[in-house]
C-alpha cells in the first residue's frame, strides 16, 4: 500500500489531499494543531498527528515517528498569509508568517526527507505563483510573497540536497483556489485543485527534482 503524509491537513487543500489519497486507497499521516481537527482526520481513516509547525519538539517527534520509515509522497501544506496589504508588516506579522511558511519548512524537511528517499518518492511544497519573481506583476501582499519566494529558495535546496538521494523536489502552485484563504471568489474549486496536483505529483519523473509547477503541472519561472 503507497503511503502519503500530509502536513496541514485540517482543511481546505490538506484536507482534500487527505480525502482523496484515502479514497484511492493510500496509508494517509496526516497533521492538524488542535486535538478535535485530528479526531476528524481519523474518522476520514488517516492516521493524525498533532502538529504545530511552529513547535520545534512537536516537529522533532514527528521525525522519530518517521523514522526508518518510507513515504512516496509527502506534502508540506501547512501556511499563512498575513497582512494583504502592501505595507511594511510589524515584526509581530513578519514573525509569524516567515516562522510558518520558512522557518518550518527549514525544519520539516530534512526530516521528512529521509522517509521519501527510501521509497524513491515525491516530495512537494505547496508554493505559491506570488513567490515567482520572473511572473510578478503586482505589489500586493508583499510578504506574503516574501516567504513564498524564500520557501521556494529552501525547496531547492533540498532538491539539491535529497534529488541525489531519490527524492523528486517539487514547488507547486495549486492554482487560485476557493479555500479559506483563497476566498470565495476564487478560480478553481479544491477538489479540481486538488485532483490536478496529484495527476501532476504521480506523473514525475527524476528529471522534475528542483522545478516550480502549477497544479496542472506547467512550468512557473522562478
Not at 517527534?61 to 508540506?76: F, M, Q, S, T
Request: aromatic share 6%.
Amino acid at each position: 500500500m503507497p503511503s502519503a503524509l500530509i502536513i496541514g491537513a485540517s482543511r481546505g487543500i490538506g484536507h482534500e489531499l487527505v480525502r482523496q489519497y484515502l479514497a484511492d486507497g493510500w496509508r494517509v499521516l496526516a497533521t492538524a494543531r488542535k486535538p478535535a481537527d485530528c479526531a476528524a482526520l481519523a474518522a476520514l481513516g488517516a492516521e493524525p498527528l498533532q502538529l504545530d509547525v511552529n513547535d520545534a519538539g512537536q516537529i522533532a517527534a514527528l521525525g522519530w515517528r518517521l523514522d526508518g520509515g518510507r513515504l512516496d509522497v509527502a506534502i508540506l501544506n501547512a501556511g499563512l498569509y498575513g497582512p494583504r496589504e502592501g505595507e511594511c508588516p510589524t515584526e509581530a506579522e513578519f514573525d509569524a508568517v516567515m516562522h510558518t511558511n520558512v522557518l518550518a519548512a527549514m525544519r520539516i524537511l530534512p526530516l521528512v526527507a529521509p522517509a521519501v528517499c527510501a521509497a524513491r518518492g515525491k516530495l512537494a511544497v505547496l508554493s505559491s505563483q506570488m513567490g515567482s519573481l520572473g511572473a510578478r506583476h503586482s505589489p500586493v501582499a508583499t510578504l506574503y510573497r516574501a516567504s513564498k519566494a524564500a520557501l521556494n529558495s529552501v525547496l531547492v535546496d533540498a532538491s539539491l540536497r535529497f534529488g541525489p538521494q531519490g527524492a523528486t523536489c517539487v514547488a507547486f502552485h495549486p492554482g487560485w483556489v476557493r479555500t479559506d484563504m483563497g476566498g470565495a471568489h476564487a478560480d478553481l474549486p479544491v477538489e479540481h485543485s486538488v485532483t490536478g496536483l496529484r495527476a501532476t505529483l504521480a506523473a514525475l519523473g527524476p528529471s522534475a527534482n528542483g522545478g516550480f509547477l502549477n497544479y496542472d503541472g506547467t512550468p512557473i519561472p522562478w
